[in-house]
């Protein structure tokens, strides 16, 4: 169902309060306190502690008598939709394909909101202060894949997204004006490809392409990233950016 379309009576407020609280964790807060879940959350003190019970008692939080953590079987949630999607099953022999012809790691991902989600990778090297896997988010506006998956958004979609998203720089190079990142947008969709240079993380390079299925939809993109001081930017679009074109061309018959 369309989140634009849905009026609040169609809601569950429950279900969206408990998802909150799971999300309020993350590799930075690891453990929260009840204060910690209600500040981050915005729910009450009373409405956290019985949210935070509850995923205790259904198992998929535990508490050492003052700070709460999750526990894996909050990763059944993920599982479920990766173990309902075909994509990452198709995309992986392509990525390894990439990163093997190349020596780089590649990725796959898709657009959730604000953030790319990675849904494949192949790595050869840890180019990145955060380690990814499947199941890592990025916010999407400083990222090759996120900036590939945004192209392809309508302008209402976009007006709306620039609107919602806070967009820190990490990086002094990071673009983050709305009007410059819709100019960089229409420039990766006029020419196919997102190529961000240190916006991420210094030292970071990356360029990605969509892939579009056989009904003409965009799918996911894929990436390539090196360290910067390896690969000039002139490598990049010369001699990997074929490489990624090659790939989701492939792909585009199997999807």
Same mark, same amino acid.
């Given at each position: +169902?369309?989140?634009?379309?849905?009026?609040?009576?169609?809601?569950?407020?429950?279900?969206?309060?408990?998802?909150?609280?799971?999300?309020?964790?993350?590799?930075?807060?690891?453990?929260?306190?009840?204060?910690?879940?209600?500040?981050?959350?915005?729910?009450?003190?009373?409405?956290?502690?019985?949210?935070?019970?509850?995923?205790?008692?259904?198992?998929?939080?535990?508490?050492?008598?003052?700070?709460?953590?999750?526990?894996?079987?909050?990763?059944?949630?993920?599982?479920?939709?990766?173990?309902?999607?075909? %994509?990452?099953?198709?995309?992986?022999?392509?990525?390894?394909?990439?990163?093997?012809?190349?020596?780089?790691?590649?990725?796959?991902?898709?657009?959730?909101?604000?953030?790319?989600?990675?849904?494949?990778?192949?790595?050869?090297?840890?180019? +990145?202060?955060?380690?990814? =896997?499947?199941?890592?988010?990025?916010?999407?506006?400083?990222?090759? %894949?996120?900036?590939?998956?945004?192209?392809?958004?309508?302008?209402?979609? %976009?007006?709306?997204?620039?609107?919602?998203?806070?967009?820190?720089?990490?990086?002094?190079?990071?673009?983050?004006?709305?009007?410059?990142?819709?100019?960089? %947008?229409?420039?990766?969709?006029?020419?196919?490809?997102?190529?961000?240079?240190?916006?991420?993380?210094?030292?970071?390079?990356?360029?990605?392409?969509?892939?579009?299925?056989?009904?003409?939809?965009?799918?996911?993109?894929?990436?390539?990233?090196?360290?910067? =001081?390896?690969?000039?930017?002139?490598? +990049?679009?010369?001699?990997?950016?074929?490489?990624?074109?090659?790939?989701?061309?492939?792909?585009?018959?199997?999807?």
């Amino acid at each position: +169902m369309d989140r634009t379309t849905t009026s609040d009576r169609d809601l569950v407020g429950g279900l969206q309060n408990g998802l909150a609280v799971i999300e309020a964790f993350d590799d930075t807060r690891p453990r929260l306190s009840i204060s910690d879940v209600a500040q981050v959350t915005g729910l009450t003190r009373a409405a956290a502690r019985r949210y935070l019970l509850t995923l205790t008692h259904l198992g998929y939080a535990e508490h050492d008598g003052k700070y709460f953590s999750l526990t894996p079987r909050v990763l059944r949630l993920g599982y479920a939709f990766l173990s309902s999607l075909t %994509l990452p099953t198709r995309v992986q022999p392509f990525l390894e394909r990439i990163a093997e012809e190349l020596g780089e790691s590649s990725s796959a991902a898709v657009l959730d909101d604000g953030d790319v989600v990675y849904v494949g990778r192949a790595a050869t090297r840890r180019i +990145m202060s955060v380690g990814l =896997a499947v199941g890592s988010r990025l916010p999407a506006y400083c990222t090759s %894949l996120g900036r590939a998956l945004l192209a392809h958004r309508d302008a209402a979609w %976009l007006d709306a997204y620039l609107a919602r998203t806070e967009r820190r720089a990490m990086t002094p190079r990071t673009v983050t004006a709305p009007a410059d990142l819709l100019a960089l %947008l229409e420039g990766v969709r006029a020419s196919g490809y997102s190529l961000v240079d240190e916006e991420l993380e210094l030292g970071l390079r990356s360029i990605a392409v969509p892939v579009i299925d056989g009904r003409g939809r965009v799918a996911c993109a894929i990436n390539v990233g090196v360290q910067a =001081a390896r690969v000039p930017v002139a490598d +990049m679009t010369d001699r990997i950016l074929p490489v990624l074109r090659r790939a989701a061309e492939d792909l585009r018959r199997v999807l």
